[in-house]
């Protein structure tokens, strides 16, 4: 069973375009991370949100978790070539396990 | 601070034959996950461990093992290699929960 939905699957898009990524569960997490993930390398942390509700900026990035601990979506602002990557979410439950979403591939077209 | 490091990064194995694979966590992490990357599954849970002991583990059949030395460092084995099991192995090492710091990984092909 597929914890994670992460959506879209694929996107491609014009540098300086806004985009929206999203993250759907139907079980509650106790914290969510958001790693991207280039390739041929390991996934790199981007940020850890814990709090329902929580909203954390990361330069152009800005991560939302849901009020009941259920989704998340991450926002990228003019987006730049670097962009470009695997974003992946995953979910601590409170069995301490961490599941992943299966990512969402971004190309950033210059 | 060393990052997570991963050795091979890259194997070519034959069916059948079997593989281990390292993992040194950052200094001081003492919790060791490794994870299965391929296209079609995505990032599959193994095993965890903490301190020397398996403290969480996947869905995995028999084959894939691990275990983790006093100094944390991780080993994860894999006998009677199928072709299925060709994928991107990944170590992640964590000092608490939430958050890991991954190693490049281990490409395995089996042929």
């Known amino acids: 069973t597929q914890l994670l939905e992460q959506s879209p699957q694929f996107l491609s898009i014009q540098e300086g375009e806004n985009l929206t990524v999203y993250c759907n569960s139907s079980?509650?997490?106790?914290?969510l991370q958001w790693y991207r993930q280039e390739p041929g390398e390991g996934p790199v942390l981007l940020v850890t949100?814990?709090?329902?509700?929580e909203v954390k900026k990361l330069k152009r990035l800005t991560f939302q978790f849901g009020d009941a601990r259920k989704d998340s979506s991450l926002h990228i602002t003019a987006a730049q070539p670097g962009d470009t990557g695997l974003y992946l979410c995953?979910?601590?439950?409170?069995?301490?396990?961490?599941?992943f979403g299966d990512g969402t591939t971004l190309t950033v077209k210059p | 601070k060393a990052g997570v490091t991963q050795t091979p990064r890259y194997l070519i194995k034959t069916r059948g034959q079997q593989v281990t694979l390292s993992c040194s966590p950052i200094?001081?992490?003492?919790?060791v996950s490794w994870y299965q990357q391929t296209p079609g599954q995505g990032l599959q849970f193994l095993f965890e461990?903490?301190?020397?002991?398996?403290?969480n583990k996947g869905n995995f059949p028999g084959r894939f093992s691990g275990r983790q030395f006093s100094n944390s460092r991780s080993e994860m084995n894999v006998s009677t290699l199928e072709l299925g099991d060709s994928a991107l192995y990944l170590c992640a090492s964590s000092s608490r929960r939430g958050g890991y710091t991954f190693g490049s990984g281990t490409r395995l092909t089996v042929v």
């Open positions: 949100v814990v709090t329902g509700g």
């Open positions: 200094s001081g992490h003492r919790s």
């Open positions: 461990y903490f301190s020397e002991t398996q403290r």
């Open positions: 995953a979910g601590d439950t409170n069995a301490g396990k961490s599941t």
């Open positions: 079980s509650v997490f106790s914290s």
